[in-house]
């Protein structure tokens, strides 16, 4: 029969362990226990900006936007109006004669006068202040979970790589990398590149990345959304910040937009 003694050096071991176990429990942050994976986060960070079926349910979602490029004072307003579901738009520039259209399949333009084709525009702004819900799309791939901090900013934000499946969207290409606050879950930044082909000169394929900073917040419908953000290049550069107002998740949706005025170009650009 076993001695107590012979127990001893065992039950230390476990007991040992145990406790290096729990201190190390202790000292893990509680948002890394609530993320531990890409899924939960994105679910974390739905649920803070509002939720996923408040702002999937919604007919429209709808906001101007004005955009001032590098230091500039004043920028170009836009009034963006989407069609959830389907995702058709259309997009007026006030104070100027240009207007925008996307039916789902081509994008047309009156009085274009913008550097960028129209049906790369289409989208643009709906994407980049929508991402703690477009994040759950289909086609959506999730890789490089972790936690990373954003330049100077010491804060470990968490972190996921959103890239898409062949056929998803005109720009399967494109990737975006969030960056998630690790206590209120809220997106604080994405990194993200463009492979919209017509952008590029011959040979290219790609932009280098830029970093695009959510600066501030309001809450409209119960959803929280922007309301100011700053895109950074690469060496630092400020590329563009914007204003978003007007925000709104009840417009009805303008069927007679999606007729395509005979004084129209359609946009034949290569995505």
Same mark, same amino acid.
């Given at each position: 029969? =076993? @001695? ?7 039950? &230390?071991?476990? !007991?040992? +362990?145990? %406790?290096?176990?729990?201190?190390? *429990? ?32 919604? =007919? @429209? ?7 001032? &490029?590098?230091? !500039?004072? +004043?920028? %170009?307003?836009?009034?963006?109006? *989407? ?189």
């Amino acid at each position: 029969m =076993p @001695t107590t003694s012979q127990f001893r050096p065992t039950t &230390l071991r476990v !007991a040992f +362990t145990a %406790l290096a176990f729990l201190a190390l *429990v202790a000292t893990l942050p509680a948002s890394l226990e609530a993320c531990p994976n890409a899924t939960k986060l994105l679910e974390h960070m739905a649920k803070a900006h509002g939720g996923l079926d408040g702002w999937a349910s919604a =007919p @429209t979602v709808c906001f101007e936007d004005e955009f001032k &490029l590098g230091e !500039a004072t +004043t920028g %170009l307003v836009s009034r963006v109006c *989407v069609e959830q579901g389907r995702r058709r738009a259309y997009i007026d520039y006030p104070g100027t004669p240009m207007t925008l259209a996307w039916d789902g399949a081509k994008a047309w333009s009156t009085n274009w006068a913008l550097p960028y084709p129209p049906r790369f525009m289409a989208l643009l702004n709906y994407h980049f202040l929508n991402l703690p819900w477009l994040a759950n799309d289909p086609g959506v791939i999730l890789s490089e979970f972790g936690q990373r901090t954003l330049g100077d900013d010491p804060t470990e934000y968490f972190s996921v790589k959103i890239t898409y499946a062949e056929g998803t969207g005109d720009t399967p290409g494109d990737y975006y990398r969030l960056y998630v606050h690790p206590e209120s879950h809220l997106l604080k930044a994405i990194e993200y590149i463009a492979t919209y082909r017509a952008l590029f000169p011959e040979g290219a394929t790609e932009m280098a990345p830029n970093t695009l900073i959510y600066e501030d917040f309001t809450e409209v419908a119960g959803l929280k959304v922007p309301t100011r953000y700053s895109i950074y290049q690469a060496d630092g550069t400020v590329f563009g910040s914007a204003e978003i107002r007007e925000w709104s998740f009840d417009q009805p949706f303008d069927e007679a937009r999606m007729t395509m005025p005979e004084a129209a170009a359609v946009d034949d650009s290569t995505p």
